[in-house]
């Protein structure tokens, strides 16, 4: 058997945190400033042991931020973007907990998606 070396931690000043919240749950990506493509780590709310409805609320979307921003803390991130996705309960928590954190925000984006009169939606059900 070969033995492997360990990967050691790349050292990022800033990041980018992509929440997208949605009617069902949370999901915080972290990726770096200069190339948005390089993921650093994310978390969602089924992660942190959430399940069924408890992942859609504000508190999940809070447990998920403290997560990530635990693990941001280890690649030495002082500096963070956050784009906002979506239309969930926690949009407002997640970014009250980031900051709690000690971060210092450069900006916050939202980028919500709501169509204008695009796709049909499904029919409803007949029960």
Not at 14 to 37: E, P, R, W
Not at 71 to 79: R, T, V
Not at 85 to 101: I, M, Y
């Amino acid at each position: 058997m070969s033995v492997s070396k360990k990967k050691s931690k790349k050292l990022v000043k800033s990041a980018v945190f992509t929440i997208s919240t949605t009617s069902n749950n949370t999901l915080i990506t972290v990726t770096d400033y200069s190339n948005s493509q390089n993921s650093i780590c994310w978390s969602s709310a089924g992660i942190c042991g959430l399940k069924g409805t408890k992942k859609s609320t504000p508190f999940a979307s809070q447990i998920v931020a403290k997560n990530i921003a635990t693990k941001a803390l280890d690649f030495g991130i002082k500096e963070i973007y956050i784009i906002l996705k979506g239309v969930g309960k926690g949009r407002h928590s997640c970014v009250k907990a980031l900051q709690s954190f000690g971060f210092k925000v450069l900006g916050i984006e939202e980028k919500i998606s709501l169509p204008h009169n695009g796709c049909r939606p499904p029919k409803r059900r007949k029960l």
